[in-house]
């Protein structure tokens, strides 16, 4: 029996020498030269610039991979990013220097397994390939001795490892305690009351109310920080109205997507395939004399008709079943016929007409596409020579009137979506636009361009109760109802306290029925029922609205549910990985502070600087 120990060593050694390779294939080790070998040391074991700098390169890779974009160093120094990587290789180098000082190690069999198990060393048949294992740490400057010697360290250190937190099992309780947080439920019988609940709607407020409500609540009434911008920008659709487009140009794409614009008739078809045509004729019989349906077969067979659905399907698609099928005028069932997974029943459930859409009537819409990319090609040819003017001191006045660019102002502040704001880039380069920056050229998700220059920053300012009047009533209205509505729900408590029913309150009454706080909204009413006793009732107000409910009862979680026995699966997986993550930390931690560490700052440097 493979111990618990040996399968999780098995599955580090895996990690780590798919994250090497991916490395290797980032990065080539022989960009350091010179002295300056180390970034530091864990006690004997020297990290080594180039491990760092693989560790460094593929975590700046995976971050550019993950935001669409490239990141910079310094990006990931900003984020934490670089401190994360210098962590790891410290934490490796740690275990390492361990697994020295016990004396562990594997056996050259080991390497060789490892070795040739590893899939960008294998040919086009599956095997070994030694030149290209040869061929692969040469470009990545490596020796096979070292990188068989950096196997012998990897599986070592993933032996310890496996050591260190084989067994772990999180405490029943722990999972049990967050698994009945989540999944126990609820039945409740609630009302939301509205403004039909009061009497009268709430007045307006008087002149002392209205300030004083205006002066509870000036961060409503509080006009942002607005930057005050003067751009000038360029979109295809500025320039796509003067845009030619050749009419050969045109034909050609409506060829090229012939497809979408000549569909063929289709059928909805279900296929339901026997193991031999005898059987196949069996079954069409008994359909035919009304011994059994269409879905009593599908359900003889173990499936579903979910599983024998083929959707919208051309004669073409159905091969030699095509025309018994497509034979018929109205929905039926065809068969038994030869199908590719042999012979089959065929329902038939609906006709889809053929759809033709001529060059004429697609003209239109084909000049638009056409167009759009012509006026974003031009438009990209027109960069350099605006970022020539605006290096050379051009305003962004003087853009629109020398080039097709249009001039325009914004009093911009964060949220606003409107005009230009509703492009990203442009949100994002008016949060970032600071006094004294130069226009430059920037890009729209569209295709389109702009430059842009700050003339004022307005500081936030409480805007005059004059100017927001209509809002202060409008506020103050709205908290008096709700404040009047959770009077009246209150002596509608009291009522069910005293044994009343829901019914005869006036009110629409609404329940839910075993629900878990999850299910609940909004969730202060879920907060609300799962602190109650059953039998109790309570008023909720949750922003402008109010609630009353009763707990009608307590109900463990639904044991019978899949989602549930997913979920106690998944609270105890994430509650022993979380229980494994802390014990491996703690270990690495105080084998860190045994053996000690030293780096070498202008090594870091180094490697830092081989960086954009």
């Known amino acids: 029996m493979v111990s618990a120990a040996k399968k999780t060593g098995n599955i580090v050694v895996w990690i780590l020498l798919l994250l090497l390779i991916v490395g290797l294939a980032g990065f080539g080790v022989g960009n350091f030269g010179g002295s300056v070998d180390a970034i530091g040391k864990v006690g004997d074991e020297e990290i080594t610039v180039d491990e760092y700098a693989r560790e460094l390169q593929r975590a700046l890779r995976d971050q550019s991979e993950a935001q669409g974009r490239s990141v910079t160093l310094a990006e990931a120094q900003a984020t934490g990013l670089v401190g994360q990587v210098r962590a790891s290789v410290i934490a490796a180098a740690t ?9 562990l190690s594997v056996g050259d069999a080991a390497v060789r397994d490892q070795v040739l198990a590893i899939p960008a060393f294998q040919g086009l048949d599956g095997e070994f390939d030694r030149e290209a ?39 029943k309780g722990y999972a049990e305690t967050l698994y009945n947080f989540i ?22 407020p008087t002149p002392d109310q209205a300030q004083a409500y205006y002066a509870a609540n000036e961060a409503d009434f509080t006009a942002p920080e607005t930057k005050r911008i003067t751009y000038a920008w360029l979109t295809p659709d500025m320039v796509m109205e003067t845009v030619e487009v050749d009419e050969q140009m045109l034909r050609d794409l409506y060829e090229e997507r012939i497809a979408d614009y000549v569909i063929p008739e289709r059928r909805l078809v279900e296929r339901l395939v026997y193991g031999s045509m005898d059987d196949a004729e069996a079954a069409a019989a008994r359909l035919a004399s ?71 009537q697609a003209r239109d819409e084909l000049r638009a596409e056409l167009a759009q990319d012509r006026a974003r090609r031009i438009i990209a040819d027109s960069v350099t020579d605006i970022d020539d003017r605006l290096a050379a001191g051009a305003t962004v ?43 430059e050229v920037v890009e729209l998700e569209d295709g389109g361009i702009f430059a842009m220059r700050l003339d004022e920053v307005i500081a936030p300012r409480l805007r005059p109760f004059e100017e927001v009047e209509e809002q202060v009533t409008a506020g103050w209205q709205a908290e008096e109802t709700r404040r009047l509505l959770a009077a009246k729900a209150g002596g509608m408590k009291a009522l069910l306290d005293a044994g009343d029913a829901f019914d005869t309150l006036g009110l629409t009454v609404e329940t839910g029925e075993g629900l878990t706080r999850g299910a609940v909204n909004p969730p202060a009413m879920a907060r609300q029922i799962f602190s109650m006793e059953t039998g109790q009732s309570a008023v909720v107000e949750a922003g402008n609205e109010v609630y009353l409910l009763r707990l009608d009862a307590i109900l463990p979680p639904d044991e019978e549910d899949p989602a549930a026995a997913f979920l106690r699966q998944t609270l105890d997986s994430q509650a022993a990985q979380s229980l494994t993550q802390d014990i491996y930390g703690y270990f690495a931690e105080s084998l860190l502070g045994e053996a000690g560490l030293t780096l070498e700052q202008s090594a870091i440097n180094a490697v830092h600087a081989q960086f954009p």
Request: hydrophobic residues 45%.
């Open 95 to 103: 275990m390492d220097n361990e697994a020295g000082r016990l004396g």
């Open 133 to 171: 294992y040869r061929f692969t740490l040469e470009q990545n400057g490596l020796t096979e001795a070292e990188f068989e010697a950096q196997i012998r360290e990897e599986t070592a250190r993933s032996l310890l490892q496996g050591a260190v937190v084989a067994g772990v099992r999180a405490p």
């Open 183 to 204: 999944a126990e439920r609820r039945s409740f019988t609630f009302a939301q009351l509205g403004d039909e609940a009061l009497d009268a709607p709430a007045p307006a």
């Open 290 to 360: 009304g011994e059994a349906s269409f879905e009593a077969l599908v359900e003889e067979r173990g499936l579903t008709l979910e599983d024998i659905d083929l959707g919208d399907v051309t004669e073409a698609d159905l091969g030699a079943a095509g025309a018994a099928v497509f034979a018929l005028e109205e929905p039926g069932v065809a068969g038994p016929v030869m199908s590719d997974l042999g012979p089959a029943l065929f329902r038939m459930n609906a006709v889809l007409a053929a759809q033709e859409t001529s060059f004429e």
């Open 397 to 439: 006045e003087e853009l629109a009137q020398e080039t097709e660019m249009e001039l325009g102002g914004i009093a911009y502040f964060s949220g606003l979506q409107d005009g230009i704001a509703a492009y990203d880039a442009f949100r994002e380069a008016a949060e970032a636009l600071k006094e004294g920056d130069f226009p």
